[in-house]
């Protein structure tokens, strides 16, 4: 696509639940990224794949949080046993590659704002 | 310990007055420096990002930053601010630092800009 996507934009849910956040990034696109952005900070790495695996999950706050890229295209961000804690902005971004000259950095998604309730 | 620090939590300028915005990093390497802009409820917009060569780059919306490596420093500027401009900036760097193997974004808090009419 044009841009990365994320679905849903928005979504409330009730503490104890689980929850699938996804996220379409820019076609071709190798790399991908789950960032999470609390209110009144910057946003805090996640998890990223290259491909289908999962490069580096160092991220992940706990086990309840965990992140699947079956075709190295489409990501979901798996959210179990939610929180209020877990209440933040999820964003996502994709780059093509990794850094080298002409690395544009990651281009970012408008993100799904998570709120538990 | 390698870090971004953006110490103004937030700005307020006039519109038409200049604008520096402050960003510092601790790295090991000369990194890859990035500055991203938020308009609320919006993803993260690239400004401009520095990888090597000359020290001043210019972005987009008339924004330019310097390296300064003697400093750590990649301040964001710009020399007439429009009403539009008001929005959070984030310095990000992009290598290995915190936890992980994999190179990566790491953000600042963040400033927030408020421009008067």
């Given at each position: 696509?044009?841009?990365?996507?994320?679905?849903?934009?928005?979504?409330v849910?009730?503490k104890g639940?689980?929850?699938?956040?996804?996220?379409?990034?820019?076609?071709?696109?190798?790399?991908l990224?789950?960032?999470?952005?609390?209110?009144g900070?910057?946003?805090?790495?996640?998890?990223?794949?290259?491909?289908?695996?999962?490069?580096?999950?160092?991220?992940?706050?706990?086990?309840?949080?965990?992140?699947?890229?079956?075709?190295?295209?489409?990501?979901?961000?798996?959210?179990?046993?939610?929180?209020?804690?877990?209440?933040?902005?999820?964003?996502?971004?994709?780059?093509?590659g990794?850094?080298?000259?002409?690395?544009?950095?990651?281009t970012?998604?408008?993100?799904?704002?998570?709120?538990?309730? | 310990?390698?870090?971004?620090?953006q110490?103004?939590i937030?700005?307020?300028?006039?519109?038409?007055?200049?604008l520096?915005?402050?960003?510092?990093?601790?790295?090991?390497a000369?990194?890859?420096?990035?500055?991203?802009?938020?308009?609320?409820?919006?993803?993260?917009?690239?400004l401009?990002?520095?990888?090597?060569?000359?020290?001043l780059?210019q972005?987009?919306k008339?924004?330019?930053?310097?390296?300064?490596?003697?400093?750590?420093?990649?301040?964001?500027?710009?020399?007439?601010?429009?009403?539009?401009?008001?929005?959070?900036?984030?310095?990000?760097v992009?290598?290995f630092?915190?936890?992980?193997?994999?190179?990566?974004?790491?953000?600042?808090?963040?400033?927030?800009?408020?421009?008067?009419?």
């Amino acid at each position: 696509g044009a841009g990365v996507s994320q679905t849903p934009s928005n979504k409330v849910t009730e503490k104890g639940k689980y929850v699938e956040l996804r996220c379409d990034p820019i076609s071709g696109h190798t790399a991908l990224y789950w960032y999470r952005q609390s209110l009144g900070q910057g946003p805090e790495f996640l998890i990223y794949f290259q491909g289908t695996g999962a490069a580096d999950d160092s991220g992940l706050p706990n086990d309840r949080f965990f992140a699947v890229r079956p075709e190295g295209s489409v990501s979901t961000l798996k959210i179990q046993r939610t929180e209020r804690g877990d209440s933040a902005v999820y964003l996502c971004a994709s780059s093509f590659g990794q850094g080298g000259e002409g690395y544009d950095g990651y281009t970012f998604g408008s993100g799904t704002r998570l709120t538990v309730v | 310990a390698q870090s971004v620090t953006q110490p103004d939590i937030h700005i307020t300028v006039s519109e038409g007055a200049s604008l520096e915005l402050r960003c510092n990093y601790s790295y090991g390497a000369t990194p890859y420096l990035f500055w991203y802009v938020q308009s609320p409820g919006q993803g993260l917009q690239l400004l401009l990002k520095y990888f090597s060569g000359d020290t001043l780059v210019q972005g987009i919306k008339g924004f330019e930053a310097e390296f300064k490596r003697s400093q750590s420093s990649f301040n964001l500027r710009k020399p007439s601010v429009h009403w539009s401009d008001a929005a959070e900036y984030f310095c990000a760097v992009y290598g290995f630092i915190g936890t992980g193997t994999a190179s990566k974004l790491t953000f600042g808090t963040g400033t927030r800009l408020q421009v008067t009419l």
